[in-house]
C-alpha cells in the first residue's frame, strides 16, 4: 500500500474476469476535527457486462441511474452500467488523529458512515427498497476481525424490459489492519438477470449463480489488506 490504496488480490481478479472501472481519491465524510478521504478500486465483472450488453440490457435502466446520479463511495468512474462489483478503500484523517486517539474509537463511527455512504450510493444509483439486514463478524485472510453486513436492494428496470426488477445482494465490510482502516464490498444481482439473458444464444450466457457471485465477493473482501 505505497501509494495509499489499498492491496486487492489482483490474480485472482485478473483470473476470474474482473476488470478496474475506477481508481479515486476524494473526502467521504467529515468528522468534527478532520475529513476522512478514501482511496477506493472498483472492479466488475466483465463477462457479464458484455453479455448484458450484447442483450440490449442497458436500454432498460431507469433515469435514475447512471454515472450523472451522483456517489460517494463506490465511483465507477466513466460510466454507471455495473451489474456485479466489488470495491476495496483505504482511508485517511487529515490532519491525522491526535495522540491518544486510537482507530479503535473511531470504528463505530467509520462503520457508520461507511454504510450510509454505500446505501446512499445504491438510491443514487436509482435503487429502491435499500435495506441493511443481519451482520457478522469474519476475519481477513490477514487475520484482521472485521464486522461484515448485508444490504439488499431492487434495480427497477423499465416499462419494455423482460423483468420487472433486478434483485441484489449486498456486502460491506469495514474493519482496521495495522492501525489503518480498510472498506470493502460489493454487489451482485440475485434474481432478474435471466431474463435479461434470454435473447443471447446459450453458450453466450455467463454464470449467474447467486450462491457463487456471494462466496466469490467474500473471498475478495477478506484477500483485501
Request: glycine share 10%; hydrophobic share 40%; aromatic share 8%.
Amino acid at each position: 500500500m505505497a501509494d495509499g490504496y489499498p492491496t486487492v488480490p489482483a490474480d485472482r481478479l485478473d483470473d476470474d474476469g474482473w476488470t478496474r472501472r475506477a481508481r479515486t481519491e476524494e473526502t467521504l465524510f467529515r468528522t468534527p476535527t478532520a475529513k476522512v478521504v478514501g482511496r477506493t478500486l472498483v472492479y466488475d465483472d466483465a463477462a457479464l457486462r458484455d453479455a448484458l450488453a450484447a442483450a440490449g440490457a442497458s436500454a432498460f435502466l431507469t433515469a435514475g441511474s447512471g454515472a450523472d446520479a451522483g456517489n460517494r463511495l463506490v465511483d465507477t468512474g466513466e460510466d454507471g452500467d455495473y451489474w456485479r462489483f466489488f470495491f476495496a478503500t483505504s482511508l485517511t484523517f487529515r490532519p491525522p488523529l491526535a495522540p491518544g486517539i486510537g482507530p479503535a474509537s473511531m470504528l463505530p463511527t467509520v462503520r457508520r458512515e461507511a454504510r450510509s455512504a454505500f446505501t446512499d450510493d445504491l438510491e443514487a444509483r436509482g435503487f429502491v427498497d435499500v435495506d441493511t439486514g443481519r451482520g457478522q463478524r469474519v476475519r481477513t485472510d490477514a487475520g484482521d476481525r472485521a464486522r461484515l453486513k448485508k444490504v439488499t436492494a431492487r434495480l427497477p428496470l423499465g416499462p419494455d424490459a423482460p423483468a420487472e426488477a433486478l434483485d441484489v445482494e449486498g456486502w460491506l465490510a469495514v474493519w482496521t489492519t495495522g492501525g489503518q482502516f480498510r472498506i470493502a464490498g460489493g454487489a451482485y444481482p440475485v434474481r432478474g438477470l435471466d431474463a435479461l439473458l434470454a435473447s443471447l444464444p446459450e453458450d453466450d450466457r455467463p454464470s449467474i449463480d447467486p450462491t457463487t457471485y456471494r462466496d466469490e465477493l467474500l473471498a475478495l473482501v477478506r484477500a483485501v489488506r
